[in-house]
């Protein structure tokens, strides 16, 4: 269910892949990445282009959709964890919001459609 569930997430356009511990951080936008996965290794992005990530699918226990009010409005992810509950991967819904700063209702009819199809809290 992890391979589907990251499947569908890149499907959507402008969303953002960031992984991060204490002492780096990458991003990659999901628009026009491909995915795979070989064993235990999911690969997202072109192996051979300028930007990729792979996540190690037996270290994901799980995943929660998070709508996280911030001072001027409510961000939207799906993040993932290890055992120890500790995020390892996040994705980020972008352009969330017009420039009147008005929620863009098709974007959040995306996420609305991945949160109901897998559940607010996934274990793998």
Known sequence: MLF???SDIIKVNDVLLITKNIGATCEIRSN???????EKWITIGD?????HMHVNSEMIKSAEFIQEQRPDKISFSIRFFDEN???VVAA???KMYDKSQNLVSDRKVLYDSLHQKYSSKIKF
């Open 92 to 94: 980020f819904f972008t």
């Open 32 to 38: 026009s990445l491909t995915i795979r996965q070989k």
């Open 47 to 51: 192996n051979d282009g300028p930007a």
């Open 4 to 6: 589907e569930l990251l």
């Open 85 to 87: 509950n500790e995020r």
